[in-house]
């Protein structure tokens, strides 16, 4: 993930289509993704060595489709990665009949496995441009580009049930009718205990309770947010890119102090405890994760595109992301992630134990949007909390 997030914020090739797909109001997002079949030949790569590749080209184009790939990797049992890929391998690894594919689809031989997603939603006017992938691409080489519709992403917020001691992934709410995802609970050197969630879901100063008074209506306050971020809105006419003007939001978060009368315990619901923050240096595409959330419950998913910007709506008014990482189903299963799962921690093997990669921040009906651990980490050192997972 930090290759991709390196490779945005510096290639002047992706610089240029970023540019080009922000003059259309109808583009709510931009992802990096890595080829689906390089990423089948690394994955099979693993199991079988290099050399169990060689009949690959004999296979012929059709084999080398995307969706043809999809069908693949779940009848393979292929969709949990073993380890994370290296920066070296996107660089200088490349899969028998690369060159093939390549001209396939008018790249040059050189073209990194890199796949820029220009990510529409469904035009809501005749007068709503699509961009063409010609036009992105004009005068750009080595990046694949692909348009494709999806639904508006929205921020998550919904109920359930009480627990004691409190910890990650439960429900909270704030008031009589906003809830969300409780996320891991923190210590400082005090032995003091903090908790983490969504600012969209509660403010800055806000009474938390848990559960959320929509589940249980005695619900009582286990705390307070002593810290959060304020998100900037825009628009819902104003397209969300990093050349509109319109306020950018790279975290949404609010840090509640539980009560000293409340007990707690440093643990994930489901998961179990964990052994720290994980740098974004060692994530990569198709690594597993795991995710507890209100609604959605427990699911073991997989780690998907960086979102470089994102727009997401929420009670009427629309926001913009930026650095988002997706988390998806790896057999392509819809609603893995839903309202409610705001704030519901992702973990994934770190060492001998799991630790903390990000945190659940909206969803759409393929999966969900998560900020990362290592920067809502610097959020909290910056704002002067010492705190440990």
Known sequence: MQFLMDFAETDGRFRTILRRAAAYRIVQGVALDIDSYWLFCWRLAQQVGDGGLAILPQWGFPWMSDAHLRHRLIEERLGVFPRPIFDKEILHWRPPAWNDRARWLSLSEAS???????CIRPAQSPDDR????????????????????EPQSHLCANPR????????GISMGVGTSDFATLGIVLENGDGERFALTCAHAAAQNAAVLQPSH?????????????????????SASDPCNNESGVPVNELDLSLIRINSDVPSTREV?????????????????GQTVEVIGRTSRY???QLGPLHFWQSQEHDGHWYCYKNLFKVQS???????????????PVCIASGSGKGFCGMIVGCDDYGGFAMFGESIQAWWEKNGYSLHV
């Open 112 to 118: 990194l496995p890199i796949v820029v997603k220009v």
């Open 130 to 149: 699509v961009p063409s992938v010609e036009a992105l691409r004009e005068g750009v080489d080595g990046l694949r580009v692909i348009v494709q519709t």
């Open 161 to 168: 049930k009480k627990h004691r001691p409190l910890v990650g």
């Open 214 to 234: 929509w589940d249980r209506r005695r619900a009582t306050v286990i705390g307070n947010s002593v810290l959060a971020t304020l998100l900037s809105p825009h």
């Open 269 to 285: 619901l489901g998961i179990g405890a964990l052994n720290g923050v994980v740098r974004r240096a060692v994530l990569s595409s």
């Open 299 to 301: 699911h073991t998913l």
């Open 330 to 344: 790896p057999y392509r299963e819809n609603d893995v992630i839903r309202g409610g799962d705001s704030g519901a």
